[in-house]
T-cell receptor, first 114, second 113 residues
């Protein structure tokens, strides 16, 4: 049972560029979450998928952000026209619907916008 | 009032001592409570989960929950230098069928030799 994987682990981009991150959840986990964490803060919820359906989006997720989970397996998070304020660690977590729905986090993608 | 509050620390304890980490939450409808450990530059790692009032022990870790007081704590016995990290308290909110986690800002623990 491999853990949650994320790619890339680090991304440096210039302001105004688009970036896309990928998350592969633990196999058979049907729930997938995206969080964002900035220095000195706890992770903040961005969005949540159950299978391929995106069931909730935070108000933090502006129209520049879009997330997909096309086949209910891996997910992508795209940020268009990046801003310096988007610099953060982007964390993906997955869980099973049954039971405690405990969320397990991937290693994260650290985004730096210059 | 923050939804989940933690003392940011740092909390310094000598090696071998008991470290006590505390967390309060505001939403009385919260149902599940989690402690995650996060080393600098790394992602959160699940340490403990607790769902009902009382204590839950797992090795050197004990989680305590008091829903009436909206309080959850984590005790680490025989603290080791490798326990030095930030400990994040997380509380679930069931929304749209999912369990969105709301995190505190974390407490930095330093275990000194």
């Amino acid at each position: 049972d491999t853990g949650v994987s994320q790619d890339p682990r680090h991304k440096i981009t210039k302001r105004g560029q688009n970036v896309t991150f990928r998350c592969d959840p633990i196999s058979e986990h049907n729930r997938l979450y995206w969080y964002r964490q900035t220095l000195g803060q706890g992770p903040e919820f961005l969005t949540y998928f159950q299978n391929e359906a995106q069931l909730e989006k935070s108000r933090l997720l502006s129209d520049r952000f879009s997330a997909e989970r096309p086949k209910g397996s891996f997910s992508t998070l795209e940020i268009q026209r990046t801003e310096q304020g988007d610099s953060a660690m982007y964390l993906c977590a997955s869980s099973l619907e049954e039971g405690a729905d405990t969320q397990y986090f991937g290693p994260g993608t650290r985004l730096t916008v210059l | 009032q923050k939804e989940v509050e933690q003392n940011s620390g740092p909390l310094s304890v000598p090696e071998g001592a008991i470290a006590s980490l505390n967390c309060t939450y505001s939403d009385r409808g919260s149902q599940s409570f989690f402690w995650y450990r996060q080393y600098s530059g790394k992602s959160p790692e699940l340490i403990m989960s607790i769902y009902s009032n009382g204590d839950k022990e797992d090795g050197r870790f004990t989680a305590q929950l008091n829903k009436a007081s909206q309080y959850v704590s984590l005790l680490i016995r025989d603290s080791q230098p490798s326990d030095s990290a930030t400990y994040l308290c997380a509380v679930n909110k069931i929304t749209g069928g999912g369990n969105k986690l709301t995190f505190g800002t974390g407490t930095q623990l330093k275990v000194e030799l």
